[in-house]
């Protein structure tokens, strides 16, 4: 019964910005923290960022700290991730996730996830 629906990506040119979007049904969403992770071809799985039910974020890698950021809003059930300055190695399909509590689930281990939106940052 839970759900949860990335909307948002697409192709973009390197430079430009994205604003990635989860919506989620069928889990006390404030309840949850929620995350967003991407995937490449012939990579593993990497965590992007995580906020909690309050709003406070955790970075997730190096590599994207100062250009994307993770937001909230409960009253919409729905997750953010405003991308900027995109460069093409953020090419990816990035996934919302939700942890099934307030905490965030050791080993990344995240019970419910969404389908994925693709991202694709042309040069």
């Known amino acids: 019964q839970v759900h949860l629906v990335e909307s948002g990506g697409g192709l973009v040119q390197a430079g430009d910005s994205l604003r990635l979007s989860c919506a989620g049904s069928?889990?006390?969403?404030?309840?949850?923290?929620m995350a967003w992770f991407r995937q490449a071809p012939g990579k593993e799985r990497e965590f992007v960022a995580g906020?909690?039910?309050?709003?406070?974020?955790?970075d997730g890698a190096d590599s994207v700290r100062g250009r994307f950021a993770i937001s909230r809003d409960n009253a919409k059930n729905t997750v953010y991730l405003q991308m900027n300055n995109l460069k093409p190695e953020d090419t990816a399909d990035y996934y919302c996730a939700a942890s099934g509590s307030v905490f965030p689930p050791p080993y990344n281990d995240y019970r419910y996830w969404g389908q994925g939106t693709q991202v694709t940052v042309s040069p």
């Open positions: 069928g889990l006390t969403f404030s309840r949850n923290f």
């Open positions: 906020v909690s039910w309050s709003g406070s974020t955790t």
